[in-house]
């Protein structure tokens, strides 16, 4: 065998190889299948969840296998992108289906699946798909069981391992072993653990001489050897592989073998188990091997990987999902020093946050935005041109069109559009290749705040797009009476759970110099009375600071309170070009101040003059274009940058 491959000169830590599917989550906690009525989807299937996994913990990691040419298939390739995950070696399989699994979770403990396999895109796989360089290029790669259940995607499986064999790599054998995928349960039996095969175990027995580590549950060990205990399958495996073994035994932890097996099932390095409520175990194993591999391929000794691999277990089991929830290494990180006074983690506020904060779909370091969510000042505009109210739906999908124009398929532009007049307008939107849309929920100019549609907040977000950012204006001052103050604060708290319930960012716009002074103290006194209520917005939307001063103690607040905050856009409030300028200016040391969104300096009088007729379509957007690219360009200027 040739030298180990260098960690620092492989593109890729690991490759995991096998199922890729869509899983389809029953959102009614303790029913049957039968009477789900919503799902939840996610990328799913054991080597996908491991990418995902290892990619959150900081490896290098890719996924080998196929997907259908269809929704599902490039579902999974962009949520893999959008992860880290490398999918060079994702095959597009123009004849098959993605395979999907329905789940749900009917007791602690139990939760009954139905595979969607037949003929699947996945299983496909075959020894073409085995790029040699690719397989090379990677430390290790991860087999799993499943894969060794048809001719093809065993070949394509043992193919893998002679390349990454002969580079000195390492071999990882996840057991994954599900009876019903190998014909020996029925289709109702998803969930189904173990049955004793001697076909299974002999197909499986011939893997372990290649492996380096190999992980399972007792039942995956007992198949995997073809004994009937667990000491004997150990012993069993020991025969056939010098690999490191790690026996999986849930709320126990687990016991990492190296060497000589005892006669003690204890005698090994045990990683202890953290007491967790079990809400969903699916999942929770390729949790665990990701932690595990974290540890193994980064260099850390079998105590520390066994702990990590524990550790990301418990994530998985007290949460819903597989992939969506596993934890990111600084979530990690966290749990380990700080622990959680939470059996069920998934209620712990501090670790949901970092959770919530590490997992973004995309990053998005600076924002312009064309806000274009002016529901009364359009109106009185429309009113004061004699225009039907109904243009001004029309005139939406120009502003939109005039920040395309401007954005030109770059990073870092987006728009604030409203639902009341501007449901055309998002549709106009998605067209274009923008990287932030903001929707308002406020009732405008309500003091105390108020809802648009429905106070029931949380029943409206749902139907929202996934990338659709919520955004709250609050007339909010910390001077307001008691009472005001506590309604508001409230409302605004409310909010931000019914945001955190159903997946989607936050912006929270404050406005307080419209009721009383604005200091330098005004704004960071404000946003420190909603951070004590556990408010913690992923972008905030504050008006311009009359000083830098003012800038550096809101700055201050926000890094105090969460350091994982996207950051601060200026709101405009009608001032004129030069005003605005100023103001960028003044936020010129301020790195928490990544934008702007502005409204009406762009577009008001593009508004009137084209609801009275005096400007055309093409007109209109020429001028809302020059504006917007102005003050793009003054940002950026105050930015020290140019426009690329």
């Not at 299948?33 to 969840?49: M, R, Y």
């Not at 189904?192 to 197909?203: C, L, P």
């Amino acid at each position: 065998m040739s030298e180990a491959v260098d960690a620092k000169q492989a593109p890729l830590d690991v490759i995991t190889i096998g199922r890729a599917s869509v899983d389809l989550y029953g959102q009614q906690i303790g029913s049957r299948l039968e009477d789900i009525t919503s799902f939840a989807k996610s990328v799913g299937g054991c080597p996908a969840n491991i990418s995902v996994g290892t990619a959150r913990l900081g490896l290098r990691s890719a996924l080998l296998t196929r997907v259908g040419d269809e929704q599902m298939g490039r579902f999974i390739r962009e949520q893999l992108k959008r992860e880290g995950v490398c999918v060079d070696g994702l095959k597009t399989d123009k004849e098959r289906l993605t395979a999907l699994v329905l789940l749900s979770v009917e007791d602690e403990g139990v939760s009954p699946m139905i595979f969607y396999r037949s003929d699947c895109a996945d299983m496909a796989l075959a020894e073409e798909d085995i790029d040699e360089a690719f397989i090379a290029s990677a430390r290790a790669i991860v087999v799993t069981g499943t894969h060794f259940s048809r001719p093809n995607s065993d070949a394509a499986q043992r193919k893998a391992i002679r390349i990454i064999k002969a580079k000195g790599g390492k071999v990882v054998f996840d057991i994954d072993y599900r009876p019903n995928l190998w014909g020996l349960a029925g289709h109702a039996e998803g969930f189904e653990r173990y049955v004793k095969s001697d076909r299974v175990s002999a197909q499986l027995k011939t893997v372990l001489p290649d492996c380096d580590l190999i992980v399972g549950t007792e039942e995956e060990i007992m198949i995997a050897s073809g004994a009937d205990d667990c000491l004997s399958a150990l012993k069993s495996i020991r025969a056939l592989s010098a690999a490191t073994i790690v026996l999986k035994r849930g709320a126990m932890g687990c016991i990492v073998y190296d060497g000589p097996i005892s006669d003690d099932l204890e005698d090994g390095v045990v990683g202890k188990g953290f007491p967790i409520e079990i809400y969903n175990v699916l999942g929770a194993g390729d949790a665990f091997m990701s932690g595990f591999l974290r540890g193994w391929l980064g260099g850390e000794d079998h105590a520390t990987a066994a702990t990590w691999a524990n550790a990301c277990g418990a994530f998985a089991v007290s949460r819903l999902l597989c992939a969506p929830e596993y934890p990111t290494f600084e979530e990690l990180q966290f749990f380990l020093k700080n622990g959680s006074k939470h059996l069920a983690l998934r209620k712990d506020e501090a670790i949901n946050h970092i959770h919530w904060a590490t997992t973004r779909r995309r990053d998005i370091p600076s924002l312009m935005a064309l806000a274009c969510d002016h529901r009364v000042q359009l109106e009185d505009v429309a009113a004061k041109a004699g225009a039907d109210p109904a243009r001004i739906r029309d005139f939406k999908v120009l502003a939109v069109r005039a920040a395309a124009k401007v954005a030109a398929g770059r990073d870092g532009y987006g728009m604030l559009i409203d639902e009341k007049h501007g449901r055309e307008a998002m549709f106009e939107f998605a067209r274009h290749p923008f990287a932030w849309l903001g929707r308002p929920v406020e009732l405008p100019g309500s003091r105390p705040l108020r809802f648009e549609f429905s106070q029931d907040i949380g029943s409206q977000l749902v139907e929202w797009p996934v990338d659709h950012c919520i955004k709250c204006l609050c007339f909010y001052h910390p001077d307001d009476p008691a009472a005001l103050k506590e309604e508001q604060q409230q409302k605004l708290r409310s909010l931000f759970e019914a945001a955190r319930k159903v997946g989607r960012e936050l912006l929270v716009e404050i406005i307080a110099g419209k009721h009383g002074k604005l200091d330098d103290t005004t704004i960071p006194r404000a946003l420190e009375e909603l951070y004590a209520l556990g408010i913690q917005p992923d972008w905030w939307k504050l008006e311009p600071q009359a000083s830098a001063g003012a800038w550096a103690k809101i700055e201050a607040v926000i890094l105090k309170h969460d350091p994982w905050c996207r950051g601060v856009v200026l709101l405009g409030l009608e001032a004129p070009q030069d005003e605005l300028e100023a103001a960028f200016a003044a936020t010129a040391k301020a790195p928490i101040v990544k934008g702007f969104a502005v409204g009406r300096t762009i577009f008001v009088h593009a508004a009137e003059q084209w609801l009275t007729g005096e400007m055309s379509d093409d007109e209109a957007i020429a001028d809302m274009a020059s504006r917007f690219e102005q003050l793009t360009e003054a940002w950026l200027a105050a930015r020290g940058r140019k426009a690329a």
